[in-house]
């Protein structure tokens, strides 16, 4: 199994700024994800986080938005850039392994 | 592109029925379904993975069936008790430990 956590587990933040999320993960894992979801909505995929090599996106969504940071096999970083109300959203980290995929606890971000 | 729909949206039960939530997808070329448990305010807790070759799993009140051909799978839940209140998601992975792609979800209340 593996144990995720992320940092914040919540967050008010102000239009216009940014937030950086962290993602931390109990053991060496290759694939890992982030998942936005939005009030009232199930979990969309924003992109693949690749250790040592820019994150892959997916439709929609875009480097300069969401950049992500993959240092080793344990952690990675999003950050959410430039702030608007709309992405008031739960930020999901998540890690696949050959048996099943685990998600961290999320962060619950609310932007004025 | 792979589209998972559940139904029905909403389901409100009294304690003690048997009850089953359906999940369908598009394109069955899947390698595993899984079924998750979302409370309010937490993340995703994993409560049956189904691979593309079998049929069913079970684990305790809860039973998993996957008919990859038609494009469906049911979550079947006995005995239905207050603390099962929970959003129900379906995901469905493309390849091992890969991205999933996730359903809308069903909001279950099991009311005493």
């Known amino acids: 199994s593996a144990v995720i956590s992320q940092k914040p587990s919540r967050d008010i933040c102000q239009r216009g700024t940014s937030l950086t999320i962290q993602c931390q993960v109990d053991s060496q894992v290759t694939m890992m994800f982030w998942y936005r979801q939005q009030p009232g909505q199930s979990l969309t995929l924003i992109a693949t986080a690749n250790q040592g090599s820019e994150a892959t996106y997916e439709s929609g969504f875009v480097i300069d938005k969401f950049p992500i940071s993959r240092p080793n096999l344990t952690f990675s970083t999003l950050t959410v850039s430039n702030m608007s109300p709309e992405d008031s959203s739960i930020y999901l980290c998540?890690?696949?392994?050959?048996?099943?995929?685990?998600f961290g606890p999320g962060t619950r971000l609310l932007v004025l | 592109k792979q589209e998972v729909t559940q139904i029905p949206a909403a389901l409100s039960v009294p304690e003690g029925e048997n009850l089953v939530l359906n999940c369908s997808f598009t394109?069955?070329?899947?390698?595993?379904l899984q079924w998750f448990r979302q409370d309010p305010g937490k993340g995703l807790t994993s409560l049956l993975l189904i691979q593309s070759s079998q049929r069913e799993q079970t684990s305790g009140r809860l039973n998993a069936s996957l008919d990859k051909s038609s494009g469906r799978s049911t979550l079947y839940i006995a005995a239905s008790q207050p603390g099962d209140s929970a959003t129900y998601l379906c995901?469905?992975?493309?390849?091992?430990?890969?991205?999933?792609?996730f359903g809308e979800g069903t909001q279950l209340t099991v009311n005493p």
């Open positions: 995901a469905v992975g493309e390849t091992s430990g890969s991205r999933l792609t």
């Open positions: 998540s890690v696949g392994t050959t048996e099943t995929q685990y």
């Open positions: 394109d069955s070329a899947i390698y595993n």
